[in-house]
């Protein structure tokens, strides 16, 4: 007698959990004791978070780096060193985390949404020119999941009407367009450091770029207005105190010595898990475009085709599969123009009461799923499981 799915009472395909994360050993251990007897815990007398900052722009192939403790405080300081302020308006994609809006909000500006490119879900650039108004001031790419967005196109559009580029590379550390890792493509960009991410501290961020002056007015700004060699009481700009800790950083410099083999093996899991997934029928990996030369593969993103399913709805299928034991799964982003913070942010401050449909993302929203970075540290037994696990639902629904 067959084996019923798990949802259903039977055995499920999956027992053990997934890779750890996160990843540490006694490189984490070691630097944290240096900065515990050092007595510096604090950027402004330490050593850790300016040797980050140099490492991990090196690293992204930047000139300089600004830590802040969180990404969501780096796309607010990158917009106010971009001058974005009040009546602005600031285009990006609705497939994102909320973040990326919500900073537009936070400088008084207004996010704009334009529609993504339905392989690899980023801001689709031939759909740039119908947002720009008299009001834009940057555009804010998303390299979503590790996947780098159309750089050439963005910048494209940028430079013919002056408009700054932000890059939201939140999830895309290691990450490259045509050869060139993302961050410091576009005038600033910033990545964070949060639990999930593939480079943790628990939480940090910081602002990439390869201009002088944007890198000291970020620096000025993140440290309430000082200026490199000013004295302690010299403000010549109002700004806040965003110092990444020396804790945070004696993390993220051991993190960072593993992350170029991590990243290795989550992309040749992500090459052997595309494959063998050719074998469920309704479950597409998404491509990858060709001049994405590096992907980070903070999620492994796949398309969902309930008629290869009886169907079924996606969220029916991952409860499904979650039940086999594929517990490293996510449903997703809900786009912000139906989120109901950004809906009210943008009734309350901009009278702004009707939004258009976004097609391709709402699409998305309904048909992606995806799977968490730490399962592309696995094994090739463990991914195994992941196709047996779809191919089983597959097999009793279809």
């Not at 010549?236 to 170029?260: F, K, Y």
């Not at 809906?343 to 309350?348: D, F, M, Q, V």
């Amino acid at each position: 007698m067959s084996n019923p799915l798990a949802i259903d009472g039977g055995t499920p395909v999956r027992s053990q959990p997934f890779p750890a994360w996160p990843v540490f050993d006694h490189r984490e251990e070691r630097a944290l004791l240096e900065v515990l007897h050092s007595g510096h815990w604090g950027a402004l007398t330490g050593t850790k978070v300016p040797a980050f900052e140099k490492a991990f722009a090196q690293f992204q192939d930047a000139a300089y780096g600004v830590c802040v403790p969180n990404g969501t405080i780096a796309l607010e300081l990158a917009l106010r060193a971009l001058g974005v302020g009040p009546g602005d308006e600031v285009i990006t994609t609705p497939y994102t985390f909320i973040a990326t809006a919500s900073a537009a909000f936070a400088v008084g500006a207004r996010p704009v949404f334009v529609d993504i490119d339905p392989d690899s879900l980023n801001l689709d650039p031939d759909r740039l020119e119908a947002a720009i108004t008299e009001r834009t001031k940057v555009i804010a790419p998303v390299h979503i999941g590790g996947h780098s967005a159309d750089m050439d196109g963005v910048l494209r559009v940028a430079a013919a009407h002056g408009l700054r580029v932000l890059e939201d590379a939140a999830q895309a550390w290691g990450a490259s367009w045509r050869g060139r890792r993302v961050g410091a493509l576009g005038d600033l960009g910033i990545f964070s450091f949060q639990s999930s991410k593939n480079i943790t501290a628990g939480e940090g961020g910081i602002v990439l770029t390869n201009d002088a002056e944007l890198a000291e007015l970020c620096w000025s700004i993140h440290n309430v207005g000082r200026v490199p060699g000013g004295e302690w009481y010299q403000h010549e700009r109002l700004g806040s105190n965003l110092r990444m800790t020396e804790w945070q950083a004696a993390v993220l410099l051991a993190q960072l010595e593993r992350l170029p083999e991590q990243l290795a093996l989550r992309e040749a899991n992500a090459r052997y898990l595309a494959e063998r997934l050719a074998a469920v029928p309704g479950l597409t990996p998404l491509p990858t475009d060709p001049h994405v030369t590096q992907h980070a593969r903070h999620l492994f993103a796949i398309r969902f085709e309930p008629a290869a399913f009886g169907d079924r709805s996606r969220d029916e299928f991952l409860a499904a599969w979650r039940a086999e034991g594929i517990a490293a799964t996510s449903a997703g982003y809900i786009p912000l123009h139906q989120s109901p913070a950004i809906r009210r942010a943008l009734e309350s401050r901009f009278e702004v009461h009707d939004l258009p449909s976004f097609p391709v993302a709402e699409r998305a929203a309904q048909n992606t799923l995806w799977l968490f970075q730490n399962a592309l540290l696995d094994d090739r037994a463990g991914l195994d499981t992941i196709v047996e696990a779809a191919l089983k639902i597959q097999r009793a629904w279809g």
